[in-house]
């Protein structure tokens, strides 16, 4: 509601001269819930509050002994409504529970469309002198509505009930907050809000685990965690140690790949020398037999002429 507006509607409600008393405390209890909606019960006034329905101080205190009385007044009325519609959502044991789930979203959707002054109301911070912190009170009587319906949902899947409690808080806790914000931001219908509230409601309650736990943010995930790292380290230096083992390997092959060429090299020169020698040796020994060989009749009478001569 815009500021402007506000301004009209509190200006109309103050356009009458003349009242009988139960409309004149009717009246006032329009003011003071459009002014607390607005600013909070701190913030106003009881001279705002007259100044507002156009009557004295005294009007005020008459009907309500001051602003906690007419504040008390208005936050009892919201109350009731918003109680009554809740509990009637909540209130059918023969529905299926996504039904439940479906219409308690709904009627708490309407009530703040609906009423969107008094639901404010509700949600601001309450006074000081209001020790009960009435709104806070109407949850807690929701949550044990809740719990007993999640009890029994629990009790069919199996699930341990000590739990349900706190599932009940959070169920209501996920509805209200997000309510408020809708308040101020409509941009879904209700009908399409309450169709988000309930996917994730209903989904998350109807695939729960019996004993559900943190998969990463633990003591018991860090401490696996640890694990799995000196794992991968020591596999890490496994590899790295089979590496170097493998290299150097390789360099002893390699190594003794060229201590095998030199050898090869060696005894194929001694080969080559010691065939040299023994065709020299050959040669020296055709020779000598060459020289012993006995001469024939005419290679003698030859060579005694020459001899003579």
Not at 121 to 135: C, M
Not at 156 to 185: F, N
Not at 275 to 302: M, R
């Amino acid at each position: 509601m815009g500021l402007s507006t506000g301004h009209e509607k509190l200006d109309g409600m103050a356009n009458t001269s003349r009242m009988t008393s139960y409309q004149r405390r009717e009246q006032l209890i329009e003011i003071g819930r459009s002014l607390f909606a607005a600013k909070g019960f701190e913030a106003v006034s009881v001279e705002e509050i007259a100044s507002t329905a156009k009557v004295s101080k005294p009007i005020v205190y008459e009907h309500f002994g001051g602003k906690e009385g007419l504040y008390a007044v208005v936050v009892d009325r919201e109350m009731r409504a918003l109680t009554d519609v809740l509990i009637n959502a909540l209130s059918d044991p023969q529905a299926h529970p996504r039904q439940i789930v479906e219409r308690t979203a709904l009627a708490l959707l309407t009530y703040v469309e609906e009423n969107a002054e008094g639901f404010r109301v509700l949600t601001r911070d309450s006074p000081k002198t209001d020790p009960s912190n009435s709104f806070n009170s109407l949850l807690g009587d929701i949550a044990v509505r809740v719990e007993d319906i999640l009890t029994d949902a629990f009790k069919r899947q199996h699930l341990p009930a000590k739990s349900v409690p706190y599932y009940a808080q959070m169920l209501i806790g996920m509805t209200v907050y997000t309510c408020q914000y809708w308040a101020d931001q409509r941009k879904l219908s209700k009908e399409q809000l309450a169709a988000h509230i309930v996917n994730l409601a209903w989904y998350g309650l109807s695939r729960m685990e019996a004993k559900p736990e943190l998969r990463y943010e633990s003591e018991k995930a860090a401490r696996e965690a640890e694990k799995q790292a000196a794992r991968e380290a020591k596999a890490i230096a496994k590899q790295e140690k089979q590496g170097k083992k493998a290299a150097k390997s390789q360099e002893k092959a390699v190594a003794a790949g060229d201590d095998a060429t030199d050898g090869t090299t060696v005894t194929d020169g001694s080969q080559a020398v010691g065939k040299s020698q023994a065709a020299d040796e050959s040669n020296e020994s055709d020779e000598t037999n060459e020289s012993q060989k006995p001469q024939s009749p005419h290679e003698s009478q030859k060579q005694s002429t020459i001899d003579e001569n």
